[in-house]
């Protein structure tokens, strides 16, 4: 397994190997899954759409809708605009969404596409009430999660309006998580009777039940009208700097709606900042069952502390899920010692740093735009007890024989996931289960027969 | 049927009708042969499966190759989708080296785009040198290299004199062609110029073989490389699958190519036979029939009693072996009908597995074959070329005199083609049942309109579309990947595919589709009056 990874580590500047991050398009294409009746739309080559189906629907093991301007040699030489008008009166015409969402690609990017324009001209082909927006999403910077992030923008520039008369909900845009986690956040929000708008939702959509009925469009995904009210709201909550705020700055500079950025509620700080930044905005006491489950949390957090006390623990992924993480692992008494991502931006080691230095922990290595070929190369020189991350780090916990933790995306061998969260303390208690499992697992895999225990 | 196709297609706007009309075909042997359109453009908007032409050089065929490392010159994305996703499985040789379970990238960034990323290719190389000092290295171009006019050949070049290993370009960006198809071209275009051929064996073993077109999907290439060395074939090397790059360096000295994958490697069966005389044969290891049959031509074209005998005995004891289970899988199974959309030669070779099982195909098509895939390599020389295919190059190759061996003689070679497929393949068409629908690149809309008119107990595709179909109540498999199972190929194969298929079908879980309150009132009714 992963046999020619060396241990010396050699500096690289040019070659990635066994990357922590894709490219931008498969981030605007899952932003774009969350707004119901919306067909996304890859303008490129059809390359880019069917990577992009093709990896979505393997986490999702879901139906994952999409066209593409299916560029050739010549309209990669003089512009894609007919494929684009093409495609739009196609996709009226035979899928009926309510709203294209346009996402561009490398290629478009490069031979400088004007989306605006193309959109425009059009006009002609787009039925009356119905939308087509777009985001530039070139592959060639950022990573998935600023795609994810410049879509969710992109429904706010073309959408969102202020019509004068503020309504008494909130924005919750909840960054790159899983339909579980969204659903999560609705409930809590529910619970803590705080009238929301959460954009996009995945949740009712990548999560569909089987009824014997293919919906072209399931019944989820936050609602256009919601979108445009959105410019309406009394505030915006951002969950997560790299995935949300975008999306967040664009209401206040367009709508005038006040913003904030929380962290993606990942473990027990992060989820107590988001309950309590809700109760001071609902004017209400936290409601009972919000205390009981976190109760239940810190609780269970006392019960498991022996198998997680010391343990180093290793971390990649996206900038703000790892962030959470972090903060997690650490207030489970372990000691977080690489923490990685391949998305670009000083942002996230800033963060991280800060969450290390407040809770003196020192000897650990903080790299944005990394792989895990060089997180792989670490461990080999100063091993870790856990790993945590995508269904690509299973190949290293297998050769370094490290419990290893399925967090996300994608998560491509295991199934069931997009039900669960990971947010809120029900996503802790959650990550508590999943990360003492293995912890466990191991133990009872590699301890001497006479150490093998019935009670742990 | 035909109203229905006409039904179908009454939806599109006119230009999208035009075109799409001409690549449905309902089987009809009064008519044949029947035309089909195919290779041709897909229209914006539409839900298509198609991928690329980088896909198709890079995804298909070098890929597996797994002693080379391959370097995708681009943005992450197209490097990062083609990393263990198409389950194209190989093993390490002792001391050998295997890439399979590594992804390698540029990672263009936006500066590279705008000032020319040759630097960051250069130096990308030299990184990979240093650490992993490979045998040789394939650079694939994606679509924005192109546009910005990076020359990767040139950089080849300079990466060869540096570094004194064989490093192989190829400008296979996305945009090129109208499908995968472009791209195995490209791919088969620079194995031929560059490595094959370039090997110092000296042919010596009897009854030596390539294996092309063989991409050992969940270990298919294992199981018929064991079946052929029961036999006694020596296999030389098999393209691409568990590939080696010193393998396919000595593929000259073969007396056969096998060509399991007509679509993606018929090019470099072609040259091979122009340059270095070997023959090559249309074969099928998918299902015991398929299998038997090719089995049977290969003996016959080595044409030894010994080797034919052999072979005899060897298809008795597989069939033996598994003639129980497929009896018994047949029984759960027959009656069924199956639609299949695969690559470009799948949707054929599928179909005699299925007949053995019982289950008739009622929908069948590809999704990047050509017309000859459908038709037949007869119609060939009559395939106008459009501007797509136009840029994709077309390698002439010559005799090589020092390596090029007669190895059948002209008379030889013409007596065997009347009973074997030599440089033969007769596509999908004449093989179909009266009726059968034949569409070429089926989109999404079509998929939907065809499973709700034949509601077929199986269809056999992709990932894109398998959770759709899923959804409207159809068992779905993948024949690209195989669900995470296979080996499908050969006798123990097809043991594999109809359990797979009949768990699938049969699984429980069917049953739970409607909740029961919606098939039975859930209050008991009283009758009310009466004696009571």
Redesign the interface.
Known sequence: MLDLTTKKIVERKALRINPAKTCQPIGAMYAALGVHACLPHSHGSQGCCAFHRMQLTRHFKEPVMATTSAFTEGASVFGGGSNMKTAVKNIFELYAPDIIAVHTTCLSETIGDDLKTMIFQAQADIPEGKYVIHASTPSYAGSHVTGFSSMVKAFVTYLSVNNGTKSKRINVIPGWVEPGDMKEIKRILSIMEIDNILFPDTSGVLDAPMTGTFEMYPEGGTKIEDIIDAGNSKLTLALGTYTSEAAAIELEKKCKVPMKTLGTPIGIEATDRFITELATLSHKAVPRAIEVERGQLVDLMLDSQAYFSGKKVAIYGDPDTVLGLVEFVISLGMIPKYMISGTPGDTFERQINEVLATNEIKDAVVKGSADLFELHQLMKNDPVDLLIGNTHGKFIARAEDVPFVRVGFPILDRYAHQYFPIVGYAGAIRLIEMMSNVILDKIDRTCPEEDFELVM | MKDFIDKVLD???A??FKSRKEHIVIKKASEAPQKIIANT???????????????GCKGVVLGPIKDMIH?VH????????T???RRNKAK?EPGG???I??????????S??IFGGEK?????????V???NPKAITISA???V???GDDINAVAVWAEKTYGIQVLSFNCE???????SAGHHIANNNLMRSVIGTGTKVPTKKHSINMLGEYNIGGDGWEVARILKKVGYDIVCVMTGDGSYEEIKNAHTAELNLVQCHRSINYIAEMMEVKYGIPWMKVNFIGATGTTQTLRDIAVYFGEPELIEKTEQVIAEEIAEIEGQMQYYKTRLEGKTACLYVGGSRSHHYQTLLKELGVETVVSGYEFAHRDDYEGREVIPTIKLD??SK?IEHLSVEKDEKKYRMILSPEKYEELAKIIPLAKYDGLIKDENEGTIIIDDIN??ET?EIIKKLKPDMFFS????????????VMSRQLHSYDYSGPYAGYKGAVIFARDITSGVHTPAWRF??PPWKVEPLLEGKVVGGDE
């Open positions: 939806k599109y706007p230009k999208t453009r897909t229209i914006p908007g539409m839900i298509t499966n198609r991928g690329c032409c980088y896909a370097i681009g943005p992450i994305g197209c490097s990062y989708y990393w263990g996703t390490t080296q295997n890439y379970e590594y992804c390698f990238s540029t990672d263009m960034q936006e590279d785009i960051k290719l250069r130096a990308a190389i030299t990184e990979a240093e650490i992993f994606t679509c924005p192109g546009l910005i996305g945009y090129k062609g109208v499908s995968q501007a797509d840029n999404h809309y939907e992709g990932i894109k579309d398998k959770y759709v179909v899923q959804k409207m109540g589709v409607t």
